[in-house]
Nanobody, 116 residues
C-alpha cells in the first residue's frame, strides 16, 4: 500500500501563487500515473493535472498556462505550482497515484482558498 500526503494549501489573494506538494511513501511500485484533482462542496472531483511515467502531462483547460505539474523522483514528491490564482481555483486539492484498476491511492486533501 502507498500513502500520499499533501501539503502547501492555504489562503491567498487573486493573482498570487502557491505550490502544493504530495509525498508518496510505502509501496509505490504499482503506480503509473500521478495527478492532482480538486473538489468543491457539492460537486464531483475533477482532474487538474496529470503526469505519466513517460513525463507526459495533461491539464484541465481552466488551468493551462497557469499551473505546472512536476515531480522529484529521488524524493517521491509530486508538485503542483499554481500561478495567477483565481477565486474559481478555490477547492480541496487531492493527490492521486494510480494504475487503475490494479491500484488507486488518494491523499487526504489540502484546502486552497483564493480571495478576490
Amino acid at each position: 500500500q502507498a500513502q500520499l500526503v499533501e501539503s502547501g494549501g492555504g489562503l491567498v489573494q487573486t493573482g498570487e501563487s502557491l505550490r502544493l506538494s504530495c509525498v508518496a511513501s510505502g509501496d509505490t511500485s504499482c503506480i503509473r500515473q500521478m495527478a492532482w484533482y480538486r473538489q468543491v462542496p457539492g460537486k464531483e472531483r475533477k482532474l487538474v493535472a496529470a503526469l505519466t511515467g513517460g513525463d507526459a502531462t495533461n491539464y484541465a483547460d481552466s488551468v493551462k498556462g497557469r499551473f505546472i505539474i512536476s515531480r522529484d523522483n529521488s524524493k517521491n514528491i509530486l508538485y503542483l505550482q499554481m500561478n495567477n490564482l483565481k477565486p474559481e481555483d478555490t477547492a480541496v486539492y487531492y493527490c492521486r497515484g494510480t494504475n487503475y484498476p490494479r491500484c488507486d491511492f488518494w491523499g487526504q486533501g489540502t484546502q486552497v482558498t483564493v480571495s478576490s
